[in-house]
């Protein structure tokens, strides 16, 4: 099973709508109108519809990075499904090892951002990943099991591959370590094996995996190399558009 690879840009809390415009264009200039790779930027909300033109008519997508699962009403500072759908997103991450950390995500809201997102026709990019004291104490399958488990519950397999999952390992986000090839293509051929269990082995086989944490030009060959790395999902280096090119072109 061939699966394309994807690279998406995760701005975080970074640009004001000069600054996000700016680096759309950039992108958009950089990765130029290949196909080999599908390429996605998240911009902050505030700068999803200016993002949204600078990259019409190019091969790069718009994602958003949170989503809130109901449909509108009294859930101030929240954004819906519909809201990002009519500024033209395409993806969305859900289940940011930030959001989980600071900001109260759990499996169950996961979940039900997933529903909705697919609901909505967004296509979700699903954060999974172990910290470090997890990885250390030999948890790390445990706990991203439960994440995958509780992510997927009740999705369908049709929906399901219409996902993403990112295998995000907490102690390398933003922190210049980077997993081993080796230790990414292990648990992204666990997170597929959790997947398989789930749903098939065709499924499975078909869901793309991105690694992401301090992955940048320097590392990004010999990551996606791996048979189970299907991309990238890109903080910090996704900052500058040629640290960004130099993903996905990687030399
Ligand atoms: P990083 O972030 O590339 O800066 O480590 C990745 C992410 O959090 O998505």
Known sequence: MSRKIFIAGNWKMNTTVDDAVALAKGVVESVGPQDDVDVAVCPPYTNLSAVADAVMGSNVKLGAQDVHWEEKGAFTGKISCAMLKAVGVTYVIIGHSEQRQYFHETDETV?????????????????????????????????????????????????????????????????????????ANDAHAFIRKILSDIYSDDAAQAIRIQYGGSMKPANAKELLAQSDVDGGLIGGAALKADLFEGIVKPQ
Not at 127 to 147: A, F, I, P, Y
Not at 167 to 182: C, D, H, L, N, S
């Open 111 to 183: 979940n039900k951002k997933v529903k909705a997102a697919l609901g909505s026709g967004l296509l979700p990019i699903v954060c999974v990943g172990e910290t470090l004291d997890e990885r250390k104490s030999g948890s790390m399958e445990k706990v991203v099991e439960t994440q995958v488990r509780g992510a997927f519950a009740d999705i369908s397999p049709d929906d399901a591959l219409k996902c993403t999952v990112a295998y995000e390992p907490v102690w390398a986000i933003g922190t210049g370590e980077t997993a081993t090839p080796e230790q």
